[in-house]
Nanobody, 120 residues
Framework: QVELVESGGGLVQAEVSLRLSCAAW????????MVWYRRAPGNQSELVAG???????NYADSVKGRFTISRDNAKNTVYLQMSSLKPEDTAVYYC??????????????WGQGTQVTVSS
């Protein structure tokens, strides 16, 4: 059994910083891609930032220069450092990971989501 546990969301004012964490727990052999998505009310899900096991990263244009994704492979954890937050960053943020389980194949896993609300 594997699960992703997110933390770090909250209500903040514009221009401040916030860091989200997503830790993978369970029978894990290796983790490939780790990605942050978000969904604002009335909108479709948007890829915010992703990172591969090799350390490559990619970002949505809307967050480039403000958000930084990083991962700690020893802790099976991915982080999203968000700076200069804007009201339009308000959304539920979800963590995704492609994980190879011990003695099993590669599966997709999602976190439960964490709310980020940015007030102007």
């Amino acid at each position: 059994q594997v699960e992703l546990v997110e933390s770090g969301g909250g209500l903040v004012q514009a221009e401040v910083s916030l860091r989200l964490s997503c830790a993978a727990w369970g029978s894990i052999f290796s983790i490939y891609a780790m990605v942050w998505y978000r969904r604002a009310p009335g909108n479709q899900s948007e890829l915010v930032a992703g990172t591969t096991s090799g350390g490559s990263t990619n970002y949505a244009d809307s967050v480039k220069g403000r958000f930084t994704i990083s991962r700690d492979n020893a802790k099976n954890t991915v982080y999203l450092q968000m700076s200069s937050l804007k009201p339009e960053d308000t959304a539920v943020y979800y963590c995704y990971a492609a994980i190879r389980r011990r003695n099993a194949g590669v599966y997709d896993y999602w976190g439960q989501g964490t709310q980020v609300t940015v007030s102007s």
